[in-house]
């Protein structure tokens, strides 16, 4: 089943969910792997792949911290796709969405990556759910 984009002459060709309560930690100044990730293949070369993600973080440290997000292991996007900065012990949303135009039918992880400037970044916090959906919009 799609579901017609009205006026834009696109399609929902399918809808793919992940969620985690697993919580991931670092320390690291590099981008690592959090438990935030979800796969889907798509059914053409010519789509595009809407990478909606929502959960939260937390640094007792006052830091910077980044997130981005990965594609079977590279990097996706050409930068950051959210950075946080906050006071000592500052909860903090994540809430990220990226559009990607992957041009292929084979099989797609996405994983959410992180680095903090300082502190121990927890993410997501307390295992609070975070998720990742994956919405394939037909090529125009």
Do not use: C, H, W
């Amino acid at each position: 089943m799609s579901v017609s984009l009205y006026g834009s002459g696109q399609t929902v060709l399918q809808v793919v969910s992940g969620t985690t309560t697993t919580q991931t930690t670092t320390t690291s100044s590099t981008f690592v792997a959090t438990a935030i990730t979800a796969s889907i293949t798509p059914q053409s070369t010519t789509s595009k792949i809407l990478v909606l993600v929502s959960g939260n973080a937390y640094n007792a440290s006052a830091a910077v911290n980044n997130f981005t997000l990965y594609r079977n292991g590279s990097v996706a996007p050409s930068a950051d796709l959210m950075n946080t900065y906050g006071a000592s012990a500052v909860e903090t949303p994540i809430a990220m969405n990226y559009l990607d135009s992957p041009a292929t039918t084979s099989s797609l992880t996405y994983t959410v990556y992180f680095k903090t400037g300082a502190g121990t970044l927890y993410v997501p916090n307390n295992s609070i759910l975070a998720s990742m959906t994956l919405i394939e919009i037909s090529g125009s």
